[in-house]
């Protein structure tokens, strides 16, 4: 192969990418431009709310005790060197609203509610029922997808914030009922360290943008997906790759804004 074929095939390949990532920007501009909708039909995005929601707590809480346990036995095992134990809550509570909470809680959520949502749709566009509201002058993004959407926007920050409150719980029960902290210092240092904006504030803003950036993942790769088995299993799949590495590299610009040193 010569070098000018080369140059050629990288320059269909860029080429195909840049209108691929156009798409996806146009698609996710026709979202958000949908939401009044989602608004107006309030019992479609109620319903998706239960179903992205609710069906994930499990997962969720259980997740978020087994994290606080780690963190609690860690957390101990580090601070009691420098005789600091007594600030195992304040450590469990900003790792938890910080970064483990809305970080651990958007993976999940690509795993368990973005493959669903991908497959839901993909199934929806191989039986034509994404045609057929076409058809019939209904717009599926306005009908489908932006009560999908608005629900995700809002089940990531819910989700997060029981994801940090069962750890904190799970840091709780191994620190003060498993080790003996005191339950005293253990919360008071934790009310005294832990800022409602710099800390909780900041970590709602992180889930915020994961359910975004998680949920837009998964509609689009279910809306642009082949209508065939195999392009909704491959759909599925990138959903979880994409909404996974979003996630984490979301997480660092969005710290780095947030808590980099000022000057």
């Known amino acids: 192969m010569s070098a000018s074929d080369m140059l050629a095939r990288l320059g269909v390949w860029a080429l195909g990418r840049l209108r691929a990532l156009g798409r996806s ?11 009044p909708s989602a608004v107006r039909r309030l ?6 709310l239960h179903a992205i929601g609710n069906l994930s707590l499990i997962i969720i809480a259980a997740s978020g005790l087994a994290v606080g346990f780690v963190l609690a036995l860690q957390g101990y095992y580090t601070l009691s060197r420098y005789g600091a134990a007594e600030s195992l809550g304040l450590v469990v509570a900003l790792s938890l609203v910080r970064e483990l909470g809305p970080v651990v809680t958007g993976l999940l959520f690509a795993g368990r509610a973005g493959t669903s949502l991908t497959a839901e749709i993909g199934l929806m566009k191989a039986g034509e029922q994404l045609a057929a509201m076409e058809m019939m002058a209904v717009d599926p993004k306005k009908r489908v997808l932006a009560p999908r959407f608005l629900a995700g926007i809002i089940a ?6 029981m994801f940090s409150a069962v750890g904190i719980l799970g840091g709780y029960v191994v620190g003060v009922l498993m080790i ?19 800390d909780v504030g900041n970590g709602v ?40 590495l979003a996630v984490l590299g979301l997480d660092f610009v969005l710290t780095a804004l947030m808590f980099s040193a000022p000057g």
Not at 43 to 48: C, R
Not at 156 to 161: V, W, Y
């Open 25 to 35: 920007a146009f698609f996710l501009g026709e979202l958000f431009a949908s939401l």
């Open 180 to 198: 003996g902290i005191d339950p005293g210092a253990f919360w008071s240092q934790m009310q005294n360290g832990v800022d409602a904006w710099d």
């Open 205 to 244: 803003v992180k889930s915020i943008v994961f359910g975004i950036a998680c949920t837009f993942v998964a509609l689009y790769q279910g809306y642009e997906t082949q209508a065939t088995p195999e392009g909704v299993a491959q759909a599925t799949t990138r959903t979880v790759v994409v909404s996974s």
């Open 156 to 161: 990531m920050p819910l989700l997060a914030a």
């Open 43 to 48: 019992y479609l995005t109620i319903a998706q």
